[in-house]
């Protein structure tokens, strides 16, 4: 079993469809996560809870995955030195841009790398929590090369009539 290095934390259960992305883009490269609900506007207790312990429970990167007036990743920000990857995810009413704006227009000094709205976003976010990971482990940035290149290497050169 891998050691938990990265938390994936979404604003509500109605995210998980949306943010089982992250978690298998770890699972295929072997890297541990825990998974948790954490709401900045339902359990603003749990929020704190969590921004404050992360680092110390060996925690390294967090990514964090709302809808609609998505604060939850920039709250995290706020609790934590820990680099938050922001997920928006897709909306009934609005598309998903509202996500998108809440979690990119942070304040100066406090930082959420934000992805694409939706699945895409998700599994990408998975990939750079990967990447940063990689920076200071060896065998994870081979599994990254070798997964790449695998992709790369998946993409026909000519399309299908
Ligand atoms: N944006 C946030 C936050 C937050 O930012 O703290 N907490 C819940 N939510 C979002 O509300 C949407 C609807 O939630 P429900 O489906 O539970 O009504 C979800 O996309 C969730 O991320």
Redesign the pocket.
Known sequence: MAETRVGII??????WPTMQGAAESLDTLGVGYETRIV????TPDRLWDYGMTAAERGLQVIIA????????PG?MASKTRLPVIGVP?Q?KALSGVDSLYSIVQMPRGYPVATMAIGAAGAVNAGLMAAGILALGDAALAERLERWRAALSASIPETPEA
């Open positions: 979404m604003g509500s259960q109605s995210d709401s900045a506007h339902r995955g709302a809808g609609g007036a998505a604060h939850l709250m995810v909306t």
